[in-house]
């Protein structure tokens, strides 16, 4: 089987990594990729959401599985447009139709689905400009902390939790009046704040069944202690030591199933992983937001601990028969820490030589913001790779991805040194 995966990031190069170990797997391409998936998969030079560029590739190719990391391609509706050409409907995507991508591209819409299908998460008001008295009121007869959510795609900046009243006033007519965040923030949802812990869960659907990968946590802000501005996310970690098989349970009966269930009454179509990104309020799960894509870099533990043939899982979701799906998962623990460019997540530069990447081991280099240029590999990006150990716990696991670090040099390399700190 010929088969696509559209992104660039260490999620792409990790599902690259994985699905060249397919027995089914042919040739593989990635669009746009980056140095990484150079390795396993040919480099495409097409962007995510050029869809015209997509499909004359996947003709040329004789691709026949396409899988989409990104959330902007499926939020602008890629899966629809494979079926609705008849050059293309026969190709199988990974990823959800563009209602149901909805999930993600709308703040609003995620927060009606829980509500209509009984699914814990916070409490919630939205608001347009012509509702902004309204907002302003709501907010006055709510507590602080104050979470203002942009409705639309934001690039991950579009939720503010704000401590006073008068800085989250100003933030909501900034967000509703100024555009502050472009288009996402014409409508803003405010929540109530959660106190927690957080932790990612991804679900692989085929529309009707569903498997549960292994849980995830991931380190979002740049600094040491979890503090400092929120990133894309600077480690993960997999298990999750908190997620008892009991509170497991307690994700799977009340999230997890009525998510499938809810989906299907609600007619959304989706063949493809839901992140569920979830807080842990006491004992209980709450869901803070819907992802229709997985996480970055959660992929890169989750993934590396699933033992079966991946294409196999993919082509079984395709083929509507996930049902007939056993995952093995490794009982190791996975831990991934991503090395980022100096100033990250502000200003930073590209273009600097990385050095240490010819290291030999069971570990794993995945990249992300990275360029081959000639016979250097540059870095691209701010996050520019993630690498993956397994351990016998925690501690070892992270360990081992410090031992590679060490070895391997940019201009400005910063990473975090204390991933898996908390557990
Ligand atoms: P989101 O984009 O919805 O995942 O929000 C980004 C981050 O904001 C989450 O990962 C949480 O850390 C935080 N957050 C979002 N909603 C809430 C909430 N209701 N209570 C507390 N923290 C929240
Ligand atoms: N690591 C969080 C995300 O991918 O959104």
């Known amino acids: 089987m010929n088969v696509l995966v559209l992104g660039g990031g260490g999620r792409e190069h990790t599902l690259c990594w994985k699905i060249k170990q397919s027995k089914d797997c042919e040739n593989l391409y990635a669009a746009p990729g980056n140095a990484g998936t150079s390795i396993c998969a040919k480099n495409l030079s097409i962007e995510v959401n050029d869809f015209k560029e997509i499909k004359k590739a996947v003709i040329k190719h004789r691709i026949q599985m396409v899988i989409v990391g990104p959330e902007d391609p499926l939020v602008n509706g890629i899966h629809d447009f494979f079926i609705n050409d008849p050059e293309l409907s026969s190709v199988g995507v990974i990823g959800p139709q563009k209602e149901a991508a909805t999930l993600e591209g709308s703040k609003a819409y995620a927060k009606a689905f829980m509500m209509r299908h009984n699914i814990p998460t916070a409490s919630y008001a939205e608001f347009t400009s012509e509702t902004l008295a309204e907002g302003l009121a709501f907010l006055e007869q709510s507590n602080s902390p104050y979470v203002l959510k942009a409705d639309g795609l934001a690039a991950g900046k579009g939720v503010l939790i704000i401590e006073d009243l008068i800085t989250a006033k100003k933030e909501l007519r900034e967000m509703l009046l100024e555009n502050k965040f472009g288009v996402a923030s014409s409508k803003v949802v405010i929540e109530e704040f959660l106190a927690g812990i957080e932790l990612s869960c991804f679900v692989l659907t085929d529309g009707t069944s569903h498997l549960t990968l292994p849980m995830a946590k991931d380190y979002k802000r740049i600094g040491e202690g979890d503090r400092g501005l929120n990133t894309g996310g600077m480690g993960a970690i997999s298990p999750v030591p908190f997620v008892t098989e009991e509170f497991k349970e307690k994700i799977e009966k009340q999230i997890i199933k009525p998510t499938i269930e809810g989906l299907k ?159």
């Not at 493809?272 to 209980?284: H, P, W």
């Not at 699933?306 to 509507?320: G, P, R, S």
């Not at 570990?363 to 520019?384: C, L, P, W, Y």
């Open 265 to 423: 009454k609600d007619k959304l179509h989706y063949k493809g992983f839901i992140f569920i990104g979830l807080i842990k309020v006491g004992s209980e799960p709450k869901v803070i937001e819907y992802n229709v894509r997985l996480g970055d870099p959660e992929t890169e533990v989750v993934i590396p601990r699933i033992k079966n043939d991946f294409l196999t899982i993919l082509q079984a979701v395709n083929e509507e028969r996930l049902n007939e799906v056993n995952l093995e998962i490794d009982s190791s623990f996975a831990a991934t820490v991503v090395a980022v460019s100096g100033g990250y997540p502000e200003a930073y530069e590209k273009g600097k030589i990385i050095k240490g990447l010819d290291q030999q081991g069971k570990n794993m280099i995945f990249h992300a913001g990275t360029k081959q240029e000639g016979d250097q590999i540059k870095t691209s990006g701010g996050r520019v790779m993630a690498i993956t150990s397994f351990g016998k716990d925690h501690q070892n696991a992270v360990k081992k991805a410090y031992e590679v670090l060490s070895k391997i040099n940019f201009e400005g390399i910063n990473y975090r040194k204390d991933i898996g700190f908390d557990l």
